[in-house]
């Protein structure tokens, strides 16, 4: 099982490389069921891991000309914000026990991890449609739209601050539709956003969690190595395909996890 858990995190770098937004959804699960860490400190190990190989990411993008610093900044004031007041104010509150109705029994485990499936079916169901149907940049705004895209932050803060993904699936089409960017300086400007978001939202996390350092580490690297391999992969395969395949994939585990952790 470990060798399983160690292979399943270099696949999550992988799948960063090769489908890009949407690729870290796959570091909870990994975590929790894989690893067998508890939800709430799986969504802080995962900040690190994301935002780091993130980073990574964004820097060979930056090399190529392919981020937007300045939008980067200027999308990630609001969304950086919500990540960490998220992380630091929200998370500790969290009873460990909810809710109870009649036999029913609402845990903060059943909580984070129904609402992380549901997340994974909103990012399979956008990565398999961007798959199929390429967003025309011809119809997209040139007009900035400030309170829409301080709007669009905080919801994409709080969706990483409380479930600890990259939310690349969101950040891409906003990007482009909000602000013009071309699709590939959206992908390298969202990677910068996500390493910013999830870094800093994790430094909101000291205190509240007693942090396995070389273990964390150790997975970090992994997912490192694992974003190179897919780097190099997507040169050779149908990005396209390999998109609506990988959409297909995180809706099964996404109808799994939401059936496991409520049926049983």
């Known amino acids: 099982m470990e ?8 696949l999550i770098g992988i799948s960063l490389g090769l489908v890009g937004g949407g690729g870290s959804i796959l ?3 990994v975590l929790v069921y894989l690893f067998g860490i508890a939800p709430l400190m799986a969504t802080s190990y995962s900040l690190f891991i994301v935002g780091s190989t993130s980073l990574v990411g964004a820097y060979q993008n930056y090399r190529n000309g392919q981020v937007q610093v300045k939008t980067a900044l200027l999308f990630g004031l609001s969304s950086v914000t919500t990540v960490w007041l998220t992380r630091k104010f929200l998370i500790p509150a969290i009873p460990h026990h909810i809710a109870s109705f009649n036999h029913f029994e609402l845990t903060e485990r059943m909580l984070m991890m129904s609402l992380f ?3 994974m079916l909103i990012a399979a169901t956008a990565m398999i449609r961007s798959g199929k149907n390429k967003l025309e940049e011809s119809s997209v705004s040139k007009n900035l739209n400030l309170p829409k895209l301080l709007l669009y932050g905080v919801g994409i803060g709080l969706t990483t ?5 990259g939310g690349g699936f969101l950040l891409i089409p906003t990007l482009v539709v909000l602000l013009g960017l071309p699709m590939k300086e959206a992908i390298g400007t969202s990677l910068f956003i996500i390493a910013l978001n999830s870094l800093i939202g994790f430094s909101g996390d000291f205190g509240h969690f007693d942090i396995d350092w ?7 690297f992994i997912a490192i190595v694992g974003i190179f391999i897919g780097g190099n992969l997507s040169k050779k395969v149908d990005s396209k395909q390999l998109k609506i395949g ?13 059936t496991k952790e409520l049926m049983f």
């Open 27 to 29: 570091t909870v699960p």
């Open 117 to 119: 499936a549901v997340l």
């Open 246 to 258: 990988f959409g297909w994939f995180v809706l099964v585990m996404g109808v799994y996890i939401l």
């Open 214 to 220: 070389i273990f964390l580490l150790k997975i970090t």
């Open 3 to 10: 060798v399983i858990a160690y292979l399943a995190s270099a």
């Open 161 to 165: 601050g409380l479930l600890g993904a």
